[in-house]
């Protein structure tokens, strides 16, 4: 993805039934010369339903031992839907710790033409797309990358919006959209 070299990994048989998705994608991405890496995860159902949807990272992560230390909103310019390059993409933005490590954490929730933060709005066009579409498809998108230490939250940010804005296009035209509503 642009200068940024990925190296694929896998999701565990057990996780992979308990999360009964229906493709993915983890991956960790480098760029030549830089320190930190930046964690790519995908999840992608082509049918949501009771036991078988979307795992918020706001849920899953605190029942991973995980702090939610601070959580917001953030725009990443210029990765916007449309191809005008003033347009922001509004990400869930989320910085956690474990003991002594820290994360950064950005996602969001993306499908059937929408791209949305909030958790409970997202199960709403669910419902709502079922019935006016019959479509329950969508993926969750997250990026992570280690904080380092407190100083280096702005740098942790920076990296993250800059991988961002280099694949969201590719998200777009890789996750199934249909036009919005």
Request: charged share 20%.
């Amino acid at each position: 993805i642009g200068e940024w070299r990925g190296q694929a990994a896998e999701i565990s048989a057990g996780e992979l039934d308990a999360l009964k998705l229906t493709d993915y994608i983890i991956a960790t991405y480098v760029r030549p010369g830089a320190a930190e890496s930046v964690e790519l995860y995908v999840a992608y159902y082509s049918s949501q339903r009771k036991g078988a949807s979307i795992h918020s990272p706001k849920a899953c992560l605190p029942g991973g031992g995980w702090v939610i230390d601070e959580f917001g909103q953030v725009p990443v310019k210029g990765a916007g839907a449309s191809d005008n390059q003033g347009d922001s993409l509004t990400v869930n933005r989320s910085l956690i710790s474990l003991g002594e490590k820290r994360m950064l954490v950005y996602y969001w929730f993306q499908g059937r033409g929408r791209i949305i933060t909030n958790e409970y709005l997202a199960k709403w066009f669910i419902f709502w797309d079922s019935l006016t579409r019959n479509r329950t498809d969508g993926a969750l998108v997250r990026v992570i990358t280690v904080v380092p230490d407190s100083s280096q939250v702005e740098a942790a940010d920076q990296r993250l919006q800059e991988f961002i804005l280099r694949a969201a296009p590719r998200l777009s035209y890789s996750i199934p959209g249909g036009s919005p509503v």
